[in-house]
């Protein structure tokens, strides 16, 4: 298999894989959420299979696992490394009857997407534009998402497993590979058997700019509001009633303007973001996602939450205010940083990709997250794409075959070659 003809499978398994249809949904119980997400499943475990992949097995859960064998004589001497993608898409926007577009050789300037014009995907919106001119980008028509997280990294670590295993002469180890449904929906791991997969170090393919290493996320916990008023019959109101969503609003009101939100943080700045709110004059439930790069941070924005309700409370004492904490997942730096040779092989591996390796804390989480606190030690390598979550996504496929290049090389650093 050639560089080129390569590329080529690799492009073309990504515009396979995005028309398949694989949103996720937080509301469902069952596992995975959305039976669809199977149907993309039930495609690569065939396709593995057909490429020359072992032990490949779809679960009751819908993860699905496969083995690319060593190609050295001493493959226990080295450790088994793994690497994983999600094949679920965002909730946030529909993935249904995704149209891909190929613009070939982009020459810098703004793409007007044919099925809504008015989605423009603009230099000055999105600068790493301007590091892929010359590059084949992909996007959806601008009516969907176009599903490059993480679909991107479905099709690089497809396109890389089919590489080596045309290529053994390449040498290399053991390697573990996985596709995981509902990481958009933070259940990515929820079933996830870290012992049965067999790994000793794993990579996600879920990373934007080529060239990145994630080995920091974000603390998070997610925390729930239950306010209580009290309702009587409108027309006889007055010093008896306690609108439970005027209190909410007041609640929300109250949280600082200039700093802890999405829309004014940055870098390693976290914040206290209001997601969902419903209720009625009786009773309003305001859901909250807290985020913060340690564990002080984020207990400090959640010590500001709790004196809010309680202030609200001393003014109105007829109402009753709760907040519930629940954990989402911690930063996997605490646990990495022990493991820097996770992440110097991967730098080598990026540099002999042809890329400048760049290391940048996630402002979110991935399955890494959970996965390296089971056990399983698993920073975020890039996959190329870009805008997630928006009709405006779009990914270079040349920079989705350096991500191919980097797995490829990382097989090899790992058995010392």
Request: glycine residues 8%.
């Amino acid at each position: 298999m050639s560089a080129e003809s390569r590329s080529d499978a690799l492009r073309d398994r990504f515009l396979r894989y995005v028309r398949v249809d694989t949103q996720s949904d937080e509301s469902s119980s069952t596992n995975p959420s959305t039976l669809k997400q199977l149907d993309l499943l039930r495609m690569l475990q065939a396709e593995l299979i057909s490429i020359g992949c072992t032990d490949v097995v779809l679960d009751q859960f819908g993860y699905l696992s496969a083995t690319v064998p060593a190609t050295i004589s001493d493959a226990n001497s080295v450790p088994v490394v793994g690497f994983l993608a999600h094949v679920d898409t965002s909730p946030e926007i529909t993935g249904t009857g995704v149209t891909p577009i190929v613009w070939r050789n982009y020459n810098g300037e703004v793409l007007s997407l044919p099925g809504d014009p008015s989605q423009k995907i603009d230099p000055r919106d999105s600068p790493e534009l301007l590091d892929v001119i010359g590059h084949d980008l992909i996007t959806s028509d601008g009516t969907t998402l176009l599903g490059a997280d993480d679909k991107a990294g479905v099709a690089e670590i497809v396109t890389a497993a089919a590489y080596l295993l045309a290529h053994p002469e390449i040498p290399h180890g053991t390697l573990r590979l996985a596709f995981t449904p509902d990481e958009e929906i933070g259940r990515g791991t929820d079933h996830f058997d870290v012992a049965a997969f067999g790994a000793d170090l794993a990579y996600t393919m879920d990373g934007s700019t080529a060239g990145t290493i994630e080995w920091e996320t974000f603390c998070a916990d997610s925390a729930v509001v239950e306010i209580r008023g009290r309702n009587v019959h409108p027309g006889y109101a007055k010093g008896k009633l306690v609108n439970s969503l005027k209190l909410a609003a007041s609640l929300i009101d109250r949280l600082p303007k200039d700093r802890l939100s999405p829309e004014t943080t940055e870098g390693r700045e976290g914040y206290l973001h209001p997601v969902h709110i419903d209720g009625s004059v009786e009773q309003t439930r305001i859901k909250f996602i807290v985020r913060d790069f340690t564990r002080q941070g984020l207990l400090d924005a959640e010590d500001l939450l709790r004196q809010l309700a309680a202030d609200l409370m001393s003014e109105e004492p007829r109402c009753r205010i709760d907040v519930i904490i629940q954990e989402s997942y911690r930063n996997m730096g605490e646990i990495l940083a022990q493991r820097m040779d996770i992440i110097t092989k991967a730098e080598e591996a990026i540099r002999r990709a042809g890329l400048k390796p760049k290391q940048e804390p996630i402002r979110g989480g991935t399955d890494g997250a959970r996965l390296t606190f089971a056990g399983l030690p698993t920073p975020n390598l890039f996959a190329g794409g870009h805008n997630f979550h928006s009709k405006r996504e779009w990914v270079s496929v040349q920079d989705m075959d350096r991500a191919v290049e980097t797995i490829v090389q990382l097989a090899q650093v790992w058995c010392g070659a």
